[in-house]
């Protein structure tokens, strides 16, 4: 079971619009970070991700586990969010 | 999408960028019922790209989201579905065509490839060691996280120019490195020379990028060859922007001829060597790469799929 998700966002980034389109979609609530606005907290989307790259999806589970999505990546995103 | 019926449409429509997303929303205007279908990002490169100032209609041009949405919610209006996943495959079957895609098989009268193309790579040492962790490829979505930082950027078209200038924002300094000579339009060279004189940007020309460097944090430095001159730009990223390769691996076991790049060939009807399949925008040979002749592309090829829908024979033009 999600317990919530984290979207790591710039203004200009085309797929992260897909990323939160998506969610909206499925009806998946989340927290947007837009990094343009809180540069502070670039250094935790890039230890998150291990990339310097957006979006960057994190959906925590029930159990605390983490699954971290780079990119828009249907074949990720897509059953990360469904349970 | 149910698993045991076979969807059917009049059209599908493979991209979502301004040559797929036009020709949507004519045919479904005139009541072909149309799919389309898109593996990225609805509105293709348009959408990852910053401002639009040449696409006719936007005196104060146009941010590439925006237009993106635009074209979207106007293709919507009319009817059009829009379907994320991928086309795989395409196999005739006489009055139907069957495409695979990533959401299951799906039978269409006629097709419209509007597949657009991707960034290409350099294929030096470290790009692919580093993508993401200082190699990118749109600016758009990762300029972002070099604030203050120095980039190089590497390509001498018009994509290298205006995203050279949209990094301005960020970036303290960029090396522009040109493998020859510049191709970049007039107008956008213009441009540049205000970033030029205020030293954020340098170009330098006949400086082939030979390697990108390292460590654990990521890019250092980029080392280039310029005649029998070694140079090293120390910098914190690199973006890429030397040229695009058509999206046309899907059809290559299909009757639709390509050129030798992988460009479609078509008539003046944007009908390929299948007949049902026609291709328009940047995937098709001959096109000038540009978003309003794609739009133009698009439109162009509705109309010839109504009459193809209609059963008025095309002419078969020797072009295709
Ligand atoms: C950096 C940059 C800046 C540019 N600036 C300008 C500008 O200022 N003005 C201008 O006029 N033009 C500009 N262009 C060019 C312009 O973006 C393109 O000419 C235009 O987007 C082409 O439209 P298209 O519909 O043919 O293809 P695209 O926009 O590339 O769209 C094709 C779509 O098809 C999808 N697709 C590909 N294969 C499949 C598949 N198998 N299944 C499903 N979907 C698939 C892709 O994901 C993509 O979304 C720029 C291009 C770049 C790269």
Redo the contacts between chains.
């Keep these: 079971m999600t317990k919530n998700v984290t979207i790591f966002t710039t203004n200009t980034c085309a797929y992260c619009q897909m990323v939160k389109k998506y969610l909206g979609a499925k009806g998946v609530g989340y927290e947007e970070v837009n990094l343009d606005e809180h540069p502070d907290r670039q250094a935790e989307a890039m230890r998150l991700s291990g990339t310097m790259t957006v979006p960057v999806t994190v959906v925590t589970k029930q159990d605390e586990t983490q699954e971290v999505i780079i990119g828009y990546n249907l074949a990720r995103l897509a059953p990360a969010v469904a349970a | 999408m149910n698993q045991t019926e076979v969807p059917k449409y009049d059209l599908v429509v493979v991209g979502a960028g301004p040559a797929g997303l036009t020709a949507a929303i004519y045919t479904t205007r005139e009541d072909i019922k149309t799919l389309v279908f898109e593996r990225?990002?609805?509105?293709g490169l348009a959408?990852?790209t910053?401002k639009i100032d040449n696409y006719p209609g936007f005196p104060d041009g146009v941010?590439?989201?925006k237009l993106?949405?635009d074209l979207r919610l106007q293709a919507e209006r009319f009817g059009t579905e829009i379907e994320?996943?991928e086309v795989t495959a395409i196999a005739d079957e006489g009055t139907y065509k069957r495409l695979s895609t990533?959401s299951g098989d799906i039978l269409s009268k006629a097709v419209l490839v509007a597949t657009g193309s991707d960034y290409k790579k350099i294929g030096v040492p470290g790009e692919q060691e580093y993508y993401?962790?200082?190699v990118?490829y749109?600016a758009?979505?990762?300029?972002?996280?070099?604030?203050d930082k120095r980039l190089v950027v590497i390509g001498g078209g018009n994509s290298a120019f205006q995203e050279t200038i949209f990094l301005t924002r960020y970036a303290s300094h960029i090396d522009l490195l040109v493998r020859s000579t510049i191709k970049a339009s007039d107008v956008l060279q213009k441009e540049m020379e205000t970033y030029i004189k205020a030293a954020k940007v340098t170009v330098h020309t006949n400086t082939a990028t030979e390697k990108i460097v390292g460590n654990a944090n990521?890019v250092t430095e980029v080392l280039a060859r310029q005649a029998d001159k070694s140079l090293s730009f120390k910098t914190d990223?690199v973006f890429v922007f030397v040229g695009l390769t058509p999206n046309s691996q899907f059809l290559k076991n299909t009757l639709v001829r390509l050129d030798s790049i992988g460009f479609i060939l078509t008539d003046d009807h944007m009908q390929t060597t299948m007949p049902g399949i026609f291709a328009a925008g940047d995937v098709r040979s001959g096109a000038t790469m540009q978003i309003a002749s794609a739009a133009g592309e698009g439109a162009t090829a509705a109309l010839k799929i109504r009459e193809y829908l209609e059963g008025r024979p095309l002419p078969i033009q020797d072009e295709a």
């Design positions: 990225g990002v609805v509105g959408a990852v910053d941010a590439g989201l993106a949405d994320l996943g990533t993401a962790r200082g990118h749109c758009t979505c990762d300029g972002a996280f070099y604030r990521g990223g």
